[in-house]
T-cell receptor
Framework: DAGITQSPRHKVTETGTPVTLRCHQT?????MYWYRQDPGHGLRLIHY???????DKGEVSDGYSVSRSKTEDFLLTLESATSSQTSVYFCAITSIQGNTDTQYFGPGTRLTVL | GENVEQHPSTLSVQEGDSAVIKCTYSDSASNYFPWYKQELGKRPQLIIDIRSNVGEKKDQRIAVTLNKTAKHFSLHITETQPEDSAVYFC??????????FGTGTSLTVIP
């Protein structure tokens, strides 16, 4: 599983509260990603990182921010959670070996915003 | 950006029959096409992938075909078994750094 963990695995919060999800990897991968998964939408990219302090937006970045101060950790923050952000959040890494690159996912975080 | 469409959204087959899931992509620069299987409550798991310099790849009961001219690729599962029941996602990438996913196909194999 490419050494990816996510915390917390489940969280229930209230509208308007800040929430931070953590993705941790142990294999020194350069590229890390945050996706959200919703029925009928598949996996949609929120933000991604291509190195420490280097991040960029994905297709559904509004309402989310990220930070990567260390190679192994990629944090996703919802500054003021809304009910539309209720979802399952997956972290992923790209493993690059030679000229091949493969994406692996973390176990997911189920977030419920009441 | 890339746009990946996946069909059908649901698929039911009898055990032992074949299942085919199709995806199209929009960006001719895409050159890597992975397929993921996701069981209920679990993470997506890579099951097979294909790169643009290959037309077909097979791994036991699973195969993927790629038609670059038509910009579509397909997953074929033969001799389906109940444990093949899951949601399957296709994806396309042209940078190796950003992946664009289809909306998923829920496959049910009926014993």
């Amino acid at each position: 599983d490419a050494g990816i963990t996510q915390s917390p695995r489940h969280k229930v919060t209230e509208t308007g509260t800040p929430v931070t999800l953590r993705c941790h990897q142990t294999e020194n991968h350069r590229y890390m990603y945050w996706y959200r998964q919703d029925p009928g939408h598949g996996l949609r990219l929120i933000h991604y990182s291509y190195g420490v302090k280097d991040t960029d937006k994905g297709e559904v970045s509004d309402g989310y921010s990220v930070s990567r101060s260390k190679t192994e950790d990629f944090l996703l923050t919802l500054e003021s959670a809304t009910s539309s952000q209720t979802s399952v959040y997956f972290c992923a890494i790209t493993s690059i070996q030679g000229n091949t690159d493969t994406q692996y996912f973390g176990p997911g975080t189920r977030l419920t915003v009441l | 950006g890339e746009n990946v469409e996946q069909h059908p959204s649901t698929l039911s087959v009898q055990e032992g029959d074949s299942a085919v899931i199709k995806c199209t992509y929009s960006d001719s620069a895409s050159n890597y096409f992975p397929w993921y299987k996701q069981e209920l409550g679990k993470r997506p798991q890579l099951i097979i992938d294909i790169r643009s310099n290959v037309g077909e790849k097979k791994d036991q009961r699973i195969a993927v075909t790629l038609n670059k001219t038509a910009k579509h690729f397909s997953l074929h599962i033969t001799e389906t078994q109940p444990e093949d029941s899951a949601v399957y996602f296709c994806a396309a990438s042209y940078t190796g750094n950003q992946f664009y996913f289809g909306t998923g196909t829920s496959l049910t194999v009926i014993p």
